[in-house]
């Protein structure tokens, strides 16, 4: 029954509410009323003000006259009227006891003083003194609330009361920031010091609005003389160094250049920006490495200035940066305007690179001495013809990959910089692509010079730092050559007579071992560098793979290397033959005397990855490996001891030839002992 | 001779007001209009020896008002233009059109006066 009920029973979702009708009359009467009071009010505020309008106008039109009369007014032309002078200043003075007409006679004033000049501009603003208007303003400085307090300071600032200074002052840094805002414009228009005032008290921000409205003023001051504005680039606010920058710039004093230049290590961007200005308009030379370091850090705008100030400050010396600026740069703008620059500094430095074909590649020169001949004339007059015939010419050397590739569209007869290549420190690309346009540059000359029998590589071989070419070796970026095996001897350090205690002696043995040499990775002394120019190796190329820098990183450890390198100065000394001899202390059980990787891994590892150790060494391990398994067939552990065994005899069923044909790859590293072989760790971890 | 008549179109009403004193101190019958409209109505009915008029006016601008007096009435009384600084295109517009002198604001009284007085003797000359 009950479900029966609550089924069928309509439920209303929406019900009427029962209001009385009289409740009703009454609240259409006083929302009625509201509404009336409301357009009432309305009315009577339009009427009021329209009035008000009305009698302001009609007070102007009345006081017009007698404000012409007394700005035309010349006593001593004008004997016959003087009496109606003197009647309408009576006359004026009785109207200035109503404030209503002092106040409409101050914006007349006001209104006038911005449409004339010249002496009728001076008259108006004696009047305006005159007539005691401005103890108004004073009165209206003294209000609580801040649009009167700002309506008074410039009233007195248009009307040039210079009296009004001490007064207004204190307003520099008032809380309320219109008031402020007017203050300084204030202060600074109404005396000359007041700039200064202004810039050593000010601490709150400055607007930008605010800073070109300072300036516009500073600008209109006649005979002004402008202190030393370097002054307040010490200033802990911010935008006062801002300021001051400007105005350094705007009355070119370009005596703060060290101040300038340690501006752009400055937090603020804006700051930056301003800094690099000056430094391009002065042409502080000096901010030329700091513009540099900054560069990477920067946002678009303030690199576009930076390589503005590059173009004025610049030489040849900052191609390199300017050319993987080009390269590499995300920002299409900065690119162009690398190129732009680049094309400043040398004339035909940087060339055409969007929708250029690739020349095809020819056959080596059978004479490899041969000097290829450059792209492009220096002075940029690119010859077509020439241009052709010289492509041809062009071997891979130097590092360079000249030979136009598809993977490398924008050849321009400077280095690739490949994202390997990015890595290359900058002061070798600095060097080399010196080296590389000097050399263009002395061609050129050459060239100009008439023909002539000598190869002029060579004549320029007194340079220092000056690549040397090794065409019949292929080092270009695009490499992709293999390593073969060759035959290297290496040296071990093995203990007399498997005692260490009766000391040691180095024995040289030969392996095979991969050929890297041609990885020109090169970090050779400088001084080395600088005394032997002619030194075969190539100064500087590409950077390792990852896949050598893993490869060597792994097998490093296994020769007694205490760890990575800490930083890049540890990198440039040279790796020597003995780090990678074997320490007689640190190496494993070894009956023959001979070394194996796995060694020391065996040694200090537990017992199950000491097993997976041995799992892996019958497919690397050779006949030292099976020495170093004999050995362990001795060990404590059983596990270890039947594992041993079991690799043993795998290993000597995988046996297929002597065993010098089987090297143990960590000599490998054999070759590597002049190389670079590690990038610093920042540089790994960006990747 | 007889006072010279001068149109004087300007908008703002203080500044004409003393304008007009002036000129008039000077001895000129001066006609003040305060919008393009009126001055357009003034030049209809009677040609002034010279007008000084600003460039920017409600209704009817100085430029088209030159526009309208060399084109249009085919008149070649003098017409000197009021405007603010930074407004040199409208003015070289005008100068095209057949302006006779400028002027920037704020004006110097004084110097109108010069300008207006050179002009009337050039033309008298």
């Known amino acids: ?687 | 001779m007889n006072d010279p008549r001068l149109l004087l179109a300007e908008d703002d009403e203080m500044l004409a007001s003393l304008l007009r004193y002036r000129l008039e101190k000077e001895g000129y019958l001066v006609e003040w209009v305060s919008d393009g409209r009126a001055m357009k109505e003034s030049l209809e009915r009677t040609l002034p020896d010279i007008v000084v008029s600003d460039v920017l006016m409600p209704y009817f601008s100085g430029i088209e008002m030159v526009d309208y007096l060399r084109n249009e009435i085919k008149s070649s009384i003098p017409v000197i233009l009021i405007s603010t600084a930074g407004n040199e295109t409208n003015v070289l517009n005008a100068f095209e059109l057949g302006a006779d002198d400028f002027i920037a604001k704020p004006v110097s009284p004084s110097e109108l006066m010069v300008r207006i007085h050179k002009i009337l003797k050039t033309r008298v000359a």
């Open chain 1, 1 to 687: 029954m009950t479900q029966t009920f609550w089924t069928y029973r309509p439920l209303p979702l929406f019900q009427a509410p029962e209001i009385h009708t009289n409740l009703l009359w009454d609240l259409g009467i006083l929302f009625g009323s509201i509404s009336l009071a409301y357009f009432g009010f309305i009315f009577l505020m339009r009427n009021r003000l329209s009035a008000r309008k009305a009698a302001v106008r009609q007070h102007k039109r009345e006081l017009a006259p007698m404000i012409s009369n007394f700005l035309f007014y010349d006593p001593e032309t004008e004997a016959e009227g003087r009496e109606a002078y003197i009647t309408m200043k009576i006359e004026i003075r009785e109207l200035l006891k109503n404030p209503f007409n002092r106040r409409i006679l101050s914006e007349v004033l006001m209104d006038l003083k911005t449409d004339v000049s010249g002496s009728a501009r001076v008259k108006l603003l004696r009047l305006y003194r005159d007539l005691g208007l401005h103890q108004d303003a004073y009165t209206k400085l003294k209000s609580w609330r801040w649009e009167r307090v700002s309506q008074g300071i410039r009233e007195l600032t248009e009307m040039e009361v210079e009296k009004a200074y001490t007064l207004i002052r204190p307003f520099v840094n008032d809380k309320r920031g219109v008031i402020r805002k007017q203050a300084q414009l204030a202060t600074v228009s109404l005396r000359e010091e007041g700039l200064s005032f202004f810039m050593d008290t000010a601490r709150y921000s400055i607007s930008e609005w605010q800073q070109i409205k300072l300036l516009e003023i500073l600008r209109q001051r006649e005979d002004y003389n402008p202190p030393r504005f370097r002054d307040w680039l010490t200033s802990e606010n911010r935008d006062v160094v801002l300021f001051a920058l400007r105005l350094i710039r705007h009355y070119n004093q370009n005596d703060a250049e060290p101040a300038i230049i340690r501006l752009l290590q400055h937090r603020n961007t804006m700051v930056k920006m301003a800094a690099a200005e000056c430094i391009r308009d002065f042409r502080f030379k000096a901010a030329r490495d700091p513009l540099k370091v900054i560069f990477r850090k920067s946002g678009e705008a303030l690199k576009l200035l930076i390589l503005e100030a590059l173009s004025s400050i610049g030489d040849a010396h900052d191609l390199p940066i300017l050319q993987q600026i080009s390269e590499q740069d995300g920002n299409f703008v900065v690119r162009s305007k690398a190129r732009s620059v680049m094309n400043t500094l040398v004339p035909g430095s940087a060339l055409p690179v969007a929708g250029i074909d690739p020349l095809e590649p020819v056959a080596p020169q059978e004479n490899p001495k041969e000097e290829p001949q450059v792209l492009q004339t220096f002075q940029g007059q690119t010859e077509i013809n020439e241009l052709e015939v010289q492509a041809e010419e062009i071997p891979a050397t130097e590092g360079f990959n000249l030979k136009p590739t598809p993977s490398a569209p924008e050849d321009n007869g400077l280095p690739e910089l490949s994202e390997q290549g990015a890595h290359i420190p900058m002061d070798d690309w600095d060097e080399a692509l010196f080296d590389f346009c000097l050399k263009q540059e002395l061609r050129a000359i050459m060239t100009q010079a008439g023909p002539s029998e000598e190869d002029p590589g060579d004549d320029i071989a007194f340079i220092p730092y000056i690549v040397e070419d090794e065409p019949e070796e292929e080092t270009s970026l695009q490499s992709d050559r293999e390593p073969a095996l060759i035959e290297v001897d290496y040296q071990v350090v093995v203990p007399e007579t498997g005692n260490p205690s009766e000391g040691y002696h180095h024995e040289t043995r030969t392996s095979s071992a991969f050929d890297l040499s041609f990885i020109p990775l090169v970090t050779e002394d400088s001084a080395e560098m600088a005394g032997s120019h002619q030194a075969s190796e190539p100064r500087w190329s590409r950077q390792a793979t990852d896949f050598e820098i893993q490869e060597a990183e792994t097998l490093v450890p296994a020769f007694g290397l205490t760890g990575e390198p800490e930083d890049e100065t540890s990198f440039s000394e040279p790796i020597k033959t003995e780090y990678f001899t074997a320490q007689p202390e640190k190496t494993a059980p070894n009956q023959e005397g001979t070394f194996c990787i796995f060694s020391e891994f065996i040694r200090e590892y537990d017992t199950e990855s000491k097993l997976i150790l041995l799992s892996e060494i019958p497919a690397v391990g050779g006949p030292k490996e099976a020495a170093f398994l004999r050995g362990l067939l001795e060990d404590q552990d059983a596990r270890i001891r039947e594992k041993a065994a079991a690799v043993l005899e795998e290993l000597n069923g995988a046996q297929v030839g002597p065993e010098e044909t089987k090297p143990a790859r960590g000599l490998q590293l054999r070759n590597f002992g002049r190389f670079r072989l590690w990038r610093p760790k920042k540089e790994r971890t960006h990747e």
